[in-house]
């Protein structure tokens, strides 16, 4: 599983397509199974999406779950060996797969990720005014001082044992 970068929490918007991928071909070259999704919030989704749903962070980790129950149903892919890996928000989808489904993640890679969605608001917080990706972010999530406990149920740093 390969979830792509994302939302990037500053702006970095991204989407997988059919083409050359760097990391999945490795991965494939080397007889991986490599399963790219694009979840809610993806460019090019809204549309499959109502708005509230479209920026819930909570929901994007279970779409990327579900696409991976699915892949396991064509048995082309070992339910034993699955690893879920990403970069930047899709390192944060990976660590939320691996603390929210532990039995079905092998492994979890999380490569330049951020993990804690309270911290990461109060850090665009100064940011604000200054980046129009950081506003539609603090628009869509909600402000971040009124919703401290909602932004602390996205982090799954909060969730380990």
């Known amino acids: 599983m390969l979830p792509h970068a994302g939302l990037g929490l500053g702006g970095n ?24 999704p694009n979840y809610r919030g993806t460019p090019g989704t809204n549309w499959m999406f109502l708005e509230a749903d479209q920026w819930d962070l909570v929901k994007m980790p279970d779409d990327v779950t579900r696409a991976t129950k699915a892949a396991l149903k064509t048995n082309l892919f070992d339910p034993a060996r699955v690893a ?6 899709g390192a944060y989808l990976a660590l939320s797969g691996g603390v929210h489904e ?5 492994c979890v890679v999380g490569m330049d990720g951020r993990y804690d969605m309270v911290e990461v608001m ?13 506003n539609r972010v603090n628009y869509k999530l909600g402000e971040f001082g009124e919703n401290r406990e ?10 380990f044992d």
């Open 13 to 36: 918007w991204s989407r997988d397509t059919l083409g050359y991928h760097e990391l999945a071909q490795f991965l494939a070259s080397r007889s991986y199974g490599v399963l790219q």
């Open 150 to 159: 909602k932004f602390r149920l996205m982090s799954p740093v909060n969730f």
């Open 84 to 89: 879920i890996m990403g970069h930047q928000f």
């Open 122 to 134: 109060r850090e665009l917080r100064y940011r604000l005014h200054s980046s129009g990706p950081v």
């Open 102 to 106: 532990p039995d079905l993640y092998r």
